[in-house]
C-alpha cells in the first residue's frame, strides 16, 4: 500500500520560513521522481518544484529562489524548505509522486499576520 505523509504545516507571518516534509512508503522512493504542488482556494493546482532520482530540481516561477526541494532517499522522505513566505503562498500543499503517480493528503500552510 502506497502512501505519502506530509507533515510541518502551519500558520506562519509573512516573511516567515516553514520547512514541509513527506514521508513515502509502499515505493521504490529511490527511482521515483517527486514533486510538491500546492492549491489555493478557488484556484487549480500548481506546481511547486519537481526533484529528479539523482537530485536535479525545477520550480514554479512563483517561488524560484524562495523555496527550496530535497530529498533523503535512505529516510525515503522529500522535504520542501520555504522561506521569505508571501500570503499569497497560503495553500494545501500536496507530495506527490510523479513515477508512482500517487498524492500525498495535504497539509496546510497559511501566510498571515
Known amino acids: 500500500q502506497v502512501q505519502l505523509v506530509e507533515s510541518g504545516g502551519g500558520l506562519v507571518e509573512p516573511g516567515g520560513s516553514l520547512k514541509l516534509s513527506c514521508a513515502a512508503s509502499?515505493?521504490?522512493?529511490?527511482?521515483?521522481?517527486m514533486a510538491w504542488y500546492r492549491q489555493a482556494p478557488g484556484k487549480q493546482r500548481e506546481l511547486v518544484a519537481v526533484?529528479?532520482?539523482?537530485?536535479?530540481?525545477n520550480y514554479g516561477a512563483a517561488v524560484k529562489g524562495r523555496f527550496t526541494i530535497s530529498r533523503d532517499n535512505a529516510k525515503n522522505t522529500v522535504d520542501l524548505q520555504m522561506n521569505s513566505l508571501k500570503p499569497e503562498d497560503t495553500a494545501v500543499y500536496y507530495c506527490?509522486?510523479?513515477?508512482?503517480?500517487?498524492w500525498g493528503q495535504g497539509t496546510q500552510v497559511t501566510v498571515s499576520s
Open positions: 506527490y509522486s510523479l513515477t508512482s503517480n500517487y
Open positions: 526533484i529528479g532520482t539523482s537530485g536535479g530540481t
Open positions: 509502499g515505493i521504490i522512493f529511490s527511482i521515483n521522481r
